[in-house]
């Protein structure tokens, strides 16, 4: 057990790295290390049951940090591999909490290679699980998730019954109550963006941006991560509505030299702002800066 705290606390370290957006294929590659490590122990020694059934939850823990890692960095070939294992290793570890967690990245990963079907299979997978019905934050977060899918395949009557539920399930939880580290990023921040991403989708933008200005206010200073991911889509909702020098004030400060490079999703998301911007306001002086800061920047793109 206590070769199984250790572990537990390097994924505690992992999932800080994540947050504050040291994500790549070092995080990856170390994910993997850990949840190979956890595995030899199981042919280490005599162990408990109750041991071994960790050992699985942390080799299920960290082969999915490695898939998120993969799915960030929109290398779906390796997430699939990934997410295949780690299933098969939560399963093994009888844990519904882990399994729901692979739900919301296989969601994810189906969703970034257009299957949409997949993507809203895996989404309704992960409401159901069992720790959906035992805990209101975990419902919470699986309903929100859920509201993104379907508000992406335009069930939009349904996204916005989906994340009404997410939002009242989530006034329900009980925030004193001990969870798993890496449930730790969904708070009131994360609700708002994943409720602003619905409002982008089912055309709502003014209500995207407001949402969006309340998830950069609440978000943790270390979230790096997710304050570039959610900064470029407030960009997109004020775009959105033609407010496309607003638009580009919002995105400057991510060009800033001085800034960590952009990975994954936040860098093609940013080369779609790109693309929108320069469809909506083609010429404009405030264009022009953009295009120049962008092409400094290429290369830490």
């Not at 947050?19 to 070092?26: D, K, Y």
């Not at 004193?176 to 982008?200: C, H, I, K």
């Not at 952009?262 to 790109?274: E, M, P, T, V």
Request: hydrophobic fraction near 45%; aromatic fraction near 6%; charged fraction near 25%.
């Amino acid at each position: 057990m206590s070769d199984a705290d250790r572990l537990a606390r390097n994924f505690a370290d992992l999932v800080k790295d994540d947050n504050e957006g040291r994500i790549g294929i070092r995080l990856e590659t170390r994910a993997l290390a850990h949840a190979q490590h956890a595995l030899d122990l199981q042919v280490v020694g005599q162990a408990s049951t109750r041991v071994r059934h960790r050992l699985y939850y942390l080799a299920a823990a960290f082969t999915g940090t490695a898939l998120w890692a993969a799915v960030e960095a929109q290398e779906p070939q390796r997430a699939q591999k990934h997410l295949n294992k780690a299933m098969m290793l939560a399963g093994m570890a009888g844990s519904s909490e882990m399994q729901m967690r692979l739900w919301g990245h296989a969601a994810l990963l189906a969703f970034q290679q257009q299957h949409m079907h997949d993507a809203l299979a895996a989404a309704e997978a992960g409401r159901r699980a069992h720790v959906c019905r035992s805990d209101a934050l975990f419902r919470s977060l699986a309903s929100a998730r859920l509201a993104g899918i379907l508000s992406a395949v335009g069930e939009n009557a349904a996204a916005l019954r989906a994340l009404e539920h997410a939002e009242k399930t989530y006034v329900r939880a009980d925030m004193g109550e001990q969870r798993p580290t890496w449930m730790s990023f969904y708070d009131l921040a994360e609700l708002n963006g994943l409720a602003a991403l619905v409002m982008s989708r089912v055309g709502r933008h003014e209500e995207a941006e407001a949402r969006l200005h309340r998830t950069l206010a609440l978000l943790r200073p270390d979230f790096h991560r997710n304050r570039v991911y959610y900064t470029i889509h407030l960009a997109l909702a004020q775009l959105a509505q033609d407010e496309a020098d607003q638009a580009v004030n919002t995105a400057l400060p991510l060009l800033s030299m001085e800034s960590a490079p952009l990975a994954g999703r936040s860098r093609s998301l940013l080369h779609h702002f790109d693309h929108k911007l320069r469809q909506l306001a083609p010429g404009a002086h405030f264009v022009i800066e953009w295009q120049d800061r962008l092409a400094e920047g290429k290369k830490e793109l």
